[in-house]
């Protein structure tokens, strides 16, 4: 069934859970990520990332992953992450996603708020979820052009308060586009950050994670986790094996079971790890 965020973002939170957030690119990975939140009785979310949506317009994302949402019993959040503008957000929404993050996250503090402000009314009159982000998640990719910023806990207590955001990213050490578990959190500056503010937290770059830390974030306010490159990277290896194991082989369809197996096993893992 359809959901938005919120509402599992902040019972996750009460529950010393976290649900992941699962960039997705078609059928195969969302289809992987729903059949395993199912069988866990989790809620699901389904995010479409600036890549997806470069490669897929968002009506015909939408119009997939409600079918898939559609016809489960557990909660399923259509996410756009990572919208640049307002018209992205607006289009996402009028599409039939059920919630979307602002990045404002490269703007000025005062127009951040006033952005995300504006994003939030539209959304909330149509009952969709909004996430932004205070502070700025960098990325491991040296090539992307992007300023990244510890959050400031004073500034995500007034950037909450001012935007009424439904969940709140924010940036304590982790950067998007991690390969390898290897960040390094700063568990004092999330102490902080939880105190300043109720809004459930959403931690990006989560696939840079140790094992650990996500086993030890569930104690922490946090109600979203985004998780991307994992889910890329043994969907994209296993199927180059497959082809490099099969070179005669051409469907496309027979290609994929094995990929899709693969990811399934990454999911399961981090949805036990955070607490499913």
Request: glycine share 6%; hydrophobic share 40%.
């Amino acid at each position: 069934m359809l959901a938005g965020i919120k509402e599992m973002s902040i019972r996750a939170a009460e529950e010393n859970r976290i649900v992941p957030g699962f960039n997705v690119f078609g059928y195969e990975d969302a289809k992987v990520v729903i059949d395993v939140a199912r069988e866990l009785g989790a809620p699901a979310i389904l995010m479409s990332n600036k890549d997806a949506v470069h490669h897929m317009p968002l009506k015909i994302s939408a119009g997939i992953y409600r079918a898939l949402a559609e016809e489960v019993d557990i909660p399923v959040a259509i996410h756009l992450d990572h919208g640049k503008d307002f018209d992205l957000c607006k289009e996402a929404i009028d599409a039939g996603y059920t919630s979307v993050m602002f990045d404002g996250s490269q703007l000025p503090f005062e127009e951040n708020i006033q952005r995300t402000a504006e994003i939030v009314d539209y959304a909330h009159e149509r009952g969709i979820s909004v996430e932004a982000e205070i502070g700025a998640v960098g990325y491991a990719d040296p090539s992307v052009n992007y300023v990244p910023v510890y959050t400031e806990p004073g500034q995500a207590k007034e950037f909450a308060e001012k935007t009424k955001v439904d969940a709140l990213a924010v940036a304590v050490g982790t950067l998007h586009r991690m390969t390898a578990q290897s960040a390094k959190l700063q568990y004092y500056l999330l102490d902080e950050i939880e105190a300043a503010t109720k809004v459930p937290l959403v931690i990006h770059g989560s696939t840079g994670l140790p094992d650990e830390d996500l086993e030890k974030l569930r104690s922490y306010h946090i109600g979203k986790m985004n998780i991307g490159t994992a889910l890329r990277m043994v969907f994209g290896r296993t199927l180059k094996n497959f082809l490099n194991d099969n070179p005669s082989e051409f469907d496309r369809l027979k290609a994929y079971q094995p990929a899709m197996t693969a990811t399934r096993k990454v999911v399961m893992d981090k949805y036990k790890r955070l607490g499913w």
